[in-house]
């Protein structure tokens, strides 16, 4: 090796390399991320599918357990025991119970992007030095059945949001 090619400074690729490898925290970031889309997706699926199989095979009359109650009890015991936060809340401006209304601005955000017919919004917050996936996805009216008790619902246009899931889940 030659004493030029010994003493030669860093050139601009070794920079960017070692730049690149100063920063995996960031690459790593990303990871969590997409693995925390990914649980919310399982997530949805599971909740809205059982919510259809609880409606379509225990709601017989408007006196049964409301398949919304059954979900919200859910939310709570996963909430309880350190999981993740899940709330259902109104779209439609007439919920059938006033407290389910957005509640924060990224749920007042939710609503409109919701009814402007995406299938999904999410917003990415800091608390305390972590990060949270906070995420919306729209319910439509699922069944004949959720018109039972929910008369409103007769009106809306099939896939039309009327509800929405919001998710909080810490990104690790
Ligand atoms: C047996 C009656 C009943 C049926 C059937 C029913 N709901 Fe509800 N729903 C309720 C009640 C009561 C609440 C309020 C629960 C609470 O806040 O404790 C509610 C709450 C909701 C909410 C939150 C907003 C609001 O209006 O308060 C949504 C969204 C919702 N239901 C969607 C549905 C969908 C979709 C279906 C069909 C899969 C459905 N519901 C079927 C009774 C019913």
Redesign the pocket.
């Known amino acids: 090796m030659s004493t030029s090619q010994r003493t030669r400074p860093l050139s601009l690729v070794s920079l960017l390399t070692l730049s690149l490898l100063a920063a995996p925290s960031s690459g790593q970031a990303d990871e969590a991320l997409e693995r925390t889309r990914k649980q919310l997706r399982m997530l949805d699926d599971l909740y809205k599918t059982a919510?259809?199989l609880i409606?379509t095979h225990y709601?017989n009359?408007?006196?049964?357990?409301?398949?919304?109650?059954a979900a919200?009890a859910l939310f709570d015991a996963m909430k309880e025991k350190g999981w993740h936060e899940v709330r259902?809340?109104?779209v439609t401006g007439n919920?059938?119970?006033a407290?389910?209304i957005a509640k924060d601005a990224f749920e007042e955000k939710a609503v409109d992007e919701l009814r402007a017919g995406k299938a999904y919004y999410e917003q990415i917050e800091e608390r305390d030095g972590a990060r949270y996936l906070r995420a919306a996805t729209p319910?439509?009216?699922?069944?004949e059945?959720?018109t039972?008790?929910?008369p409103g619902?007769q009106r809306r246009k099939a896939g039309e949001a009327?509800?929405?899931l919001s998710y909080t889940m810490l990104i690790e």
Do not use: W
């Open positions: 919510v259809v409606t709601i009359g408007a006196a049964d357990l409301p398949s919304a109650s919200m259902l809340f109104d919920p059938l119970v407290r389910n319910i439509p009216v699922l069944l059945k959720c039972m008790c929910h619902y009327i509800g929405a």
